[in-house]
């Protein structure tokens, strides 16, 4: 079991920026990639950003590139989502999750999820 703990959510502006971080604890050994997904209040889980645990590689949604930067602290466990420049439409519940294998674009890649955390950007 791998349990994972988000933080950073918030309410802030357009062109605003935040940081969301994702904790991950238990067997953190299986890890081989992590990812941030959101979900807006009537839409599907959609990919945002994800990580190579073994070379560090980052992968990013169209929406997001150039605006949001993922990385990770290895010594930590943990893994980050620096969001600049939000816009209203990035408003969603922000969810991190594990994968035992290669980075994916696809929610059923991943096999441990956090609780979520919410990112309110008023326009």
């Known amino acids: 079991q791998v349990q994972l703990v988000e933080s950073g959510g918030g309410l802030v502006q357009a062109g605003g920026s935040l940081r969301l971080s994702c904790a991950a604890s238990?067997?953190?050994?299986?890890?081989?990639?992590m990812a941030w997904f959101r979900q807006a209040p009537g839409k599907e889980r959609a990919f945002v950003a994800a990580i190579s645990w073994s070379d560090s590689s980052t992968y990013y949604a169209d929406s997001v590139k150039g605006r949001f930067t993922i990385s990770r602290d290895s010594a930590k466990n943990t893994v980050y989502l620096q969001m600049n420049s939000l816009l209203p439409e990035d408003t969603a519940v922000y969810y991190c999750?594990?994968?035992?294998?290669?980075?994916?674009?696809?929610?059923?890649?991943?096999?441990?999820w956090g609780q979520g955390t919410q990112v309110t950007v008023s326009s």
């Open positions: 238990g067997r953190t050994f299986s890890i081989s990639a």
């Open positions: 999750a594990t994968s035992r294998g290669l980075p994916s674009v696809v929610v059923g890649s991943y096999n441990y």
